[in-house]
């Protein structure tokens, strides 16, 4: 029973923090709002439903811990929005006309696209025919091959061309072309068996289309947002029964394991979180920089790259009944590496850089603010599962929008000088 007066008072906080928020910024989508709210459904889900399945509970502490985070994350903001006003008035204006001027390079990017889609095909196909059997696109070897190398680089390049397809859909000059190409990006990244690609780019898309809309159009969106990621977990899981040959939709035991790992994959990490609050200080201070450190290495032909997933976790630890996970949050992360000081200081920095990139997007607006903002609102939406910031893909992505976009936008420079002289 405490648990679940715990529970209510946790959302109860969170609900109130949220409605002075949308009084002062009439929007649900901020670095706060976007991070608490999963944090919330999970606790009550797992605190007043899953418990009674023998999943683990999320603990008292574990509750403090994650309030106290989600407080510093909302103050900094809320603080941040009186010296922001008139970003806030700003709030109107339709971002997808912010990319008017590079939507004249769209066959470019669909040519880039396809070739991203083929390449990342034919590597799978080649896997398969090597392996023998279809089976072998369900095998952990299989995604640790495709998650290295040219082809994991590409899948970037991919991301990156999915994106600008989706901001410039307006000015479109062919819809069933950019439609089908938009299909094969998200098939050639899913076909890569890693989540986060695509809940990225989803949850971008999303935030693109709605962070200027009405408050009710957003949580009306949020829901089919909800629903669309759900859906795309547990297509993941049910086309490993059918690699492996298994599914059937009358197999019981089918649909068990689609259940119990789509629930696991979404409550685990609080659950986890409270064996890691036995071990802050249990990673070295210098984790948070291994993709630099891995590019140091490369550089001077060091072969012995650091895999960040051995610093940022403690291995797979219980959460229900036959379940395991190895993760515990984005401020479990920072806990495991400077207790409870090094969390909250972490959050406080992430609160001030989306906060300050969420106010400066919307007055100054150009595509770079845009992208960042969403890049930003997308990773405080997934804190509740993991940090990013021990990836590289995550400054791959950043490099390659940019790169991409500042090329587009030279060259439209150029293109206006040659017509005016």
């Known amino acids: 029973m405490i648990i679940q007066i715990y529970s209510i008072n946790f ?17 649900i989508l901020t670095p706060f709002t976007v991070a608490a709210w999963p944090l919330v459904i999970i606790i009550l889900l797992t605190d007043f439903v899953l418990i009674y399945f023998d999943f683990k509970p999320i603990t008292e502490r574990v509750h403090i811990f994650l309030i106290i985070n989600l407080l510093l994350l909302w103050l900094i903001g809320y603080i941040m ?14 971002s997808s006309d912010l990319f008017r001027n590079v939507a004249q390079y769209q066959l470019i990017v669909i040519g880039i696209s396809w070739i991203a889609i083929i390449f990342n095909f034919y590597r799978a196909y080649s896997l398969v025919q090597a392996k023998g059997g279809l089976w072998f696109l369900g095998d952990q070897e299989f995604e640790n091959i495709m998650i290295q190398g040219p082809i994991a680089h590409l899948v970037q390049v ?18 069933r072309i950019y439609f089908l190409t938009v299909l094969g990006l998200f098939l050639a990244i899913a076909l890569i068996q890693v989540k986060y690609h695509l809940f990225w780019i989803l949850i ?14 957003q949580l009306k969106s949020a829901v089919i947002l ?29 649909w068990e394991f689609v259940f119990t790992h789509f629930i696991n994959y979404l409550v685990s990490a609080p659950i986890v979180l409270d064996t890691w609050l036995d071990f802050e200080f249990s990673s070295p201070d210098w984790a948070l920089f291994t993709v630099f450190l891995n590019i140091k290495n490369f550089i001077i032909g060091n072969a012995n790259l650091i895999d960040p ?33 090094f969390s909250l200081f972490m959050t406080a920095l992430f609160s001030f850089t989306a906060y300050y990139t969420f106010y400066k997007s919307l007055i100054i607006k150009n595509e770079f603010l845009v992208f960042l903002n969403l890049l930003l609102l997308t990773l405080s ?17 950043i490099g390659i929008y940019f790169v991409m976009i500042l090329i587009f936008k030279s060259l439209s420079l150029l293109k206006k000088f040659w017509y005016a002289s």
């Open 11 to 27: 959302a109860l906080i969170v609900y109130t923090l949220t409605i002075l928020e949308i009084k002062k910024l009439n929007t």
């Open 81 to 94: 929005s009186f010296f922001s006003k008139n970003s806030i008035e700003a709030n109107t204006t339709d």
């Open 158 to 175: 991919a991301k990156v061309c999915f994106l600008y397809l989706i901001f410039t859909w307006k000015h479109a000059r062919n819809k």
């Open 204 to 217: 971008m898309s999303f935030l693109f289309y709605n962070i200027n809309k009405p408050v009710k159009r």
């Open 226 to 254: 909800m629903l669309g990621l759900f859906l795309t977990m547990n297509m993941f899981w049910i086309f490993l029964t059918l690699v492996w040959g298994t599914f059937s939709l009358g197999n019981e035991g089918v």
């Open 309 to 341: 997933t051995k610093l940022v976790s403690h291995g797979f630890i219980d959460t229900g009944p036959g379940l395991k996970s190895n993760v515990g949050t984005a401020f479990g992360v920072y806990y495991l590496i400077g207790g409870y000081y």
């Open 381 to 397: 939406a997934l804190s509740f599962f993991v940090q990013y910031f021990t990836l590289l893909s995550l400054y791959e992505l």
